[in-house]
Every structure is written in C-alpha cells, then in structure tokens.
C-alpha cells in the first residue's frame, strides 16, 4: 500500500477549501495555490514546502505513459505532476531537444549484475541539468499566463552541482536574475571553475564562508524575512533547490525512463518491481523516486546512499534526525550536507499531512538541532527505504574495484551509490532489478577519481582531466574540458552572515 493511501481521506476532510485549481500546499501550513503560483514561489510564505495533498489519489496511466518516447513520458508526467501548465509539451521540448548528448536523455548502462542509469549527460554533466533545463520553462510560463509583473530572482545554495546547472539554465532569461552562493572552498576545482567563469548580464555568484548547511539556512532565513515584502519593488524570490516543487516534478521522469528500458530490454514485464540505489545528500533525488511510487511506477525498494556526512542513513535507520555531530568534506562534496531540506516533504506524508507536527519538527531542529519521530512513523517510512551509509575510504575502494572488475569508471557520488548497493544485495535484496542511479561525469572530480585508481594526480584540475583520459581512454566531457582558460568573472567571498545584505544590494543589478 501507497504510504499516502493510509491519510490522505483525514487530510482531505480536515483541509481548508482551496480554489478549484489550487492543489499544493505547505508542509508547515494551510496556504494553498496553484502549480504555477508554488513553482513561481519556490518556498512557502511560512518557511514551508509545496506538497500536494492528493498526490496519490490522482490516476495516472502507468503503462501508457511507459510507452511512449522519453520527451512524452516528459511531458505526461510533468503535466500531471504540475497540472494547469498550457503546452507541456513544447515546454519539453524547448527544455531538452538538442541539450542532451543522448536521445535517451538518461541512458542506462548494464554495469556486472545491475544497472547504472547515467544522469550526466546534460550541458552541465551533472544529474541537475535533467530538472533545471526544465525549471526555466516552467517559470517563464508561469509568469506569463499568472501576469506576472515582478521580475523573478532565483536564490540558490549548492553543494556542487546545482550552481552551474541553476546559472546554466537561467542566464540572460527575460525577467529574471539568479544568484548562486556555494561553500568556500567546499566544491571541486571543476564544480568551482564552472561558477565562477558563468557568463551572463542577470547572473552573481557568491562563495560563503562555511559549508552548504550554513549557505542553505541562510537562503532560506532570506526567504522567511523578504515573504511579500522583497525590499527591491517589483521582484520576486524564488528557488532553483529542491525545494522548489518545480525543481523536483522533473527528476520523478528519469525513474520512468530507467523502468520503460528495462521493459523494452525484455529484462522486467509490466509490474514486477525495481529497486533504485539513489546518492542523496538533499534528499530530493531519493524523493523523487519515491513520488513515482505515489503516482504507480512499480518502484520496489529506494535505497538512501549516504557518504561519511551519513545524518540520512541514521534518521531512516533509528528515527532520530540530528544534525549535532561532525561536518565532514569529502571527495563527494554534493552530498556534504547535513540538513537535508526535502525530506521535510516525506516527514509531511508519514506524519499523516499534519502540518503542525511537522512545523514542531522542523523548529525543534532549527532551535535545537534534532527530532525524533514516533515508531510508528519510521516503520511507515521504511515500508519504501533502506539507507546504507559509505566512508571515504569505502569511496575510493568502490570507484578501483568497479573500473577494475567492469571497465566501468564512476565518480565519487556514484560509487557512495555503489558501496550502497553492494551493502544491501547482502542484506535485503529479493532479487529484483537494481538501478544505481550516476548522478555526475567522474571528470567533474578528476583528483579524487586519480587518486582512487592509484595514481599521483598532477597540475590544476583541467591537467588531472588530461591524466584522467589518458589513464582510462574516455574523453571528458566537452562542458568540462572547455573551461580551460576562461577568465574568472566573480570573485566574491563573503561570511554566511552578510548574505541578507549581498542579496539586497545585488538585486538592483540583476
């Protein structure tokens, strides 16, 4: 049974009347809108995220969708998802033809015993491009059929990956801004070169001094403060995170995709589950795999896959969420978070779509540092997840043994994922297909890859991608190797508690 099934009747009975189109609301409280106002907000006025009560009492054709090509499953999905967008489907298509280096979008490569489903091969080489190439169109249509008037400035926290995705998707877009602020020191040489060499007349990119908690937090204090009263007239904030329902909508498509090829493979039928092995450090990519589920995809077990930062691993394991204990930087910098903002969503589902309790959860942790949910709660949640946790030397050991043993050569945040699914084979696998899912190219992390098949890495990170290609005989991709030689255009550094005022004064420049 649908974790939803079990609540969503109570919930609907005890909610306030929204407006005929108004479907999602916010995790902490009653405010309800429209597909199109929640993607334009990005965060609820309350500090909340947009989930839509009845996510799971919506039909969906399944098996229909399954067969049709990747850009219509697309757009079947994201309409239903996101309903009351006009023309998805010429939003999908302006969102991916031609962006992709594959037609398949997602490609899923058989790797020994399972599969991996490649995510990376969107302009950026990274797994956010698959959302934030479509997070643009949703936008512009939203604000063209609301009328909007305000400019739209994006406010976003990465830990790696979303930035240069986030800029590379709404840079020199009309009517709006984007400002991206990353860890000081806490992405890769690559990650941090893609940034900061970011083109655009609407674009600031700003390092924080600290780690991706202390600039999320204080993106999302941004929020809480300027909710209505932006202090530039005629702007409003929004989110390229996942936290942003808009954000999210777009990663529920490629675990369809994973599940139509291996249908088409003659490996599953129709119905017969499959298991997802998901590095997560927001808890959105795991999440989006658990809203296929809601919606019908025969999705079996999703394993959580956490690096040494392992806050998720502990909480689906004991209950407990506390984010009191040791940051670690690791040769996975995407996942080095310890506040991990979506699965606030998943807390509103099991909690029964009670608003309350997760609004008391979420202040114990800001005011506190921890909660803990009931018993009965973590069994619901563990219906559909298993968590496994990898340490740095568990990394490294994953990504030597996998180029070794397949030819296969992931990067850091893969083989988390991989050690994960090695750990849960042995513990709990029923035998069903297993999809690991690869979220970036192993160019993005040249000195780590290196490092892990034994070499010494030597020069800057463009002369690690060289040795990288020489060592492997795989071409980085062009997206990586063409940073070589562009000028820097942002240079600044701040402390996690000037980003109130760096916002302020840059949204009169955007």
Request: net charge neutral; proline share 6%; aromatic share 8%.
């Amino acid at each position: 049974m649908r974790l939803f099934d079990r609540f969503h009747k109570n919930q609907e009975a005890s909610a306030p009347a929204p407006a005929a189109d108004a479907i999602f609301c916010s995790t902490r409280g009653g405010d309800r809108v429209t597909a199109m106002e929640a993607v334009l907000r990005g965060m609820a006025p309350d500090g909340g995220l947009y989930v839509e009560p009845g996510i799971a009492s919506r039909p969906f054709d399944v098996k229909a969708c399954l067969a049709l090509s990747p850009l219509q499953q697309a757009e079947k999905i994201l309409a239903h998802l996101l309903p009351g967008f006009p023309d998805m489907g010429a939003l999908v298509r302006r969102a991916y033809e031609g962006r992709f280096a594959s037609p398949a979008l997602t490609p899923l490569v058989p790797v020994g015993d399972q599969y991996v489903l490649e995510l990376f091969h969107g302009p950026t080489a990274a797994f956010k491009d698959v959302a934030l190439c479509m997070l643009p169109q949703l936008m512009t249509a939203a604000r063209t059929r609301t009328g909007a008037a305000e400019k739209t400035v994006i406010l976003t926290a990465t830990s790696g990956d979303t930035g240069k995705a986030a800029l590379e998707g709404f840079h020199d877009v009309p009517g709006t801004g984007i400002v991206v602020f990353f860890p000081h020191q806490g992405v890769s040489s690559v990650q941090e070169a893609q940034m900061l060499t970011q083109k655009g007349s609407n674009v600031a990119v700003c390092a924080v001094r600290g780690n991706f908690d202390d600039c999320q937090s204080a993106v999302k204090q941004v929020f809480s403060a300027y909710a209505g009263t932006c202090p530039v007239p005629g702007v409003r904030l929004s989110s390229a995170n996942s936290i942003n329902i808009g954000r999210l909508a777009p990663q529920v498509v490629y675990y369809f995709l994973a599940y139509a090829d291996l249908m088409n493979r003659g490996r599953i039928q129709y119905g017969d589950p499959v298991d997802y092995v998901v590095p997560t450090g927001n808890f959105g990519d795991i999440l989006a795999g658990w809203y296929a589920k809601q919606i019908g995809l025969p999705v079996g077990r999703l394993v959580c896959a956490s690096n040494a930062n392992r806050v998720l691993t502990d909480f689906l394991t004991t209950g407990l969420y506390d984010r009191r204990r040791t940051f670690y930087k690791t040769s996975s910098p995407s996942m080095d978070i310890l506040v991990s903002s979506n699965l606030e969503r998943l807390l509103y589902y099991a909690e029964g779509c009670d608003a309350a309790l997760v609004r008391n959860d979420m202040l114990r942790l800001q005011n506190s540092g921890y909660y803990k949910i009931s018993v009965g709660v973590l069994d619901r949640i563990r219906e559909d997840f298993s968590a496994y946790a990898c340490s740095e030397e568990e990394t490294l050991a994953a990504i030597r043994r996998c180029f070794a043993e397949t030819g296969y050569l992931p990067d850091t945040h893969t083989a988390v994922a991989l050690h994960a699914a090695e750990e849960y084979r042995r513990a709990e696998s029923d035998g069903a297909p297993l999809v690991v899912l690869s979220t970036a190219s192993p160019f993005k992390f040249p000195e780590a890859v290196l490092t892990a098949l034994g070499e010494v890495p030597a020069g800057d990170a463009f002369a690690q991608m060289e040795q990288l290609a020489r060592l492997t005989k795989l071409a980085a991709p062009a997206a990586l190797s063409s940073l070589q030689g562009l000028p820097v255009l942002h240079k600044d550094v701040i402390d996690r508690a000037d980003i109130a005022d760096y916002v302020k004064a840059k949204l009169p420049q955007l």
